[in-house]
């Protein structure tokens, strides 16, 4: 009887066995080099500058995207809404944009899928999403800027749980955003985050795995073994031009309708105080659909703390309104397929559950 995969073990997928030539190490090398000079430009050294303007401060600065774009929670839908949004929303993401872009295009012709398999094929789907997430520490991009990222390694075979747990820990493990919470709100909001945030990430990623069954574990397989050589650096002007031309339209239409129905997407305006558990429900649900730049929840919640909403609500936030989006939700689905995406998006509205059920008890116990 031929062997078996053991218990939650995802498929495995064909891995060449060449042995590591001087291209394919030189290929990877570039890949670090350009991977980290974009890091460095579009995030490190922009979160490193405003961890110390917070540590002088300890008080957020600048509204949310919502308010800057002068929509009111529950107003009606807008085209000039949707292109206000759009303005201020590609203002702040814009670099992130570019290097998820040009780095997403680096891993389909620099990486060779030997190697990329050999990182994050693993024989349990729930080691695949430690390493996904361990992965997706170092870039701290926003969801939908991980979305071109997510899709080149699902493209190149990479395993549903390991992807899912990069798409996901870019925005929930983002070091750089743990830090401000700590910095201008109670710690308590940077504990939910970061318990919920791992648990999302490693058990939530399994999970989708688990839920989208063999049939599209098989089709990576299919993808990884689809070419007999990777495309190499030559490939990178093409897989570039290909991504920007897919990625960026898709994304400026989509964000433009958020834009346009963001008062409905946003709701919670003074008067939702008074809905109770009805509150917590608009906020885990449209909330994983509005989309946000990178720690764009924090002054969102923030606000919604001073407006007098519960913890409960501030606790769902602090998880779905990062991790995924609509914009990012219709970037990846081509790649990760639509019944993935679903999951993932249901995997994190049960996360936004967890969270308003904590941070409340946090709160209580520490008062």
């Not at 201020?88 to 990329?116: D, E, H, N, Q, S």
């Not at 994983?288 to 519960?310: D, I, K, M, N, R």
Request: proline fraction near 8%.
């Amino acid at each position: 009887m031929p062997p078996t995969d053991p218990p939650g073990a995802a498929p495995a997928v064909p891995v060449p066995t060449r042995g590591p030539g001087r291209a394919a190490v030189a290929g990877v090398a570039l890949f670090v080099l350009v991977a980290a000079g974009l890091l460095l430009w579009s995030k490190w050294l922009p979160y490193a500058g405003r961890v110390g303007e917070l540590r002088s401060s300890h008080a957020w600065s600048g509204a949310s995207v919502v308010a800057s774009a002068g929509i009111e929670p529950g107003s009606g839908p807008s085209a000039a809404a949707g292109w206000a949004f759009t303005r201020v929303y590609f203002a702040a993401v814009w670099k992130a944009l570019l290097a998820g872009v040009v780095i997403a295009a680096a891993v389909r012709t620099l990486v060779p899928r030997r190697w990329l398999l050999g990182l994050l094929q693993r024989r349990r789907s729930s080691s695949s999403a430690v390493v996904g997430g361990l992965l997706s520490t170092p870039s701290m991009m926003c969801t939908c800027c991980t979305a071109p990222v997510a899709s080149a390694l699902r493209r190149s075979g990479a395993p549903t749980a390991g992807v899912v747990a990069y798409w996901l820990g870019n925005p929930l493990l983002n070091p750089a955003v743990l830090v401000f919470l700590l910095l201008v709100a109670p710690w308590q909001w940077a504990a939910v985050r970061l318990l919920v945030g791992v648990l999302v990430v490693v058990a939530g990623s399994v999970l989708v795995a688990r839920l989208a069954g063999e049939r599209v574990e098989a089709d990576a397989a299919r993808v990884a073994t689809a070419a007999a050589d990777d495309p190499g650096p030559r490939g990178f002007p093409a897989a570039l031009a290909r991504t920007a031309l897919l990625i960026v339209p898709e994304y400026l239409v989509v964000v433009f309708a958020v834009g346009t129905f963001s008062g409905w997407l946003f709701p919670l305006g003074e008067s939702a105080r008074s809905w109770g558990v009805l509150a917590v429900l608009v906020a885990v649900v449209l909330g994983t659909l509005l989309v946000v730049p990178t720690a764009g929840e924090v002054p969102l919640a923030q606000g919604l703390a001073t407006a007098g909403f519960g913890g409960a609500v501030v606790g769902a936030l602090l998880v779905v309104l990062p991790a995924v989006s609509l914009p990012s939700a219709v970037m990846t689905a081509r790649a990760l397929r639509v019944r993935v995406v679903l999951w993932t998006l249901a995997v994190v509205a049960a996360g936004g559950v967890l969270g308003a059920v904590l941070l409340p008890l946090l709160t209580g116990a520490s008062s």
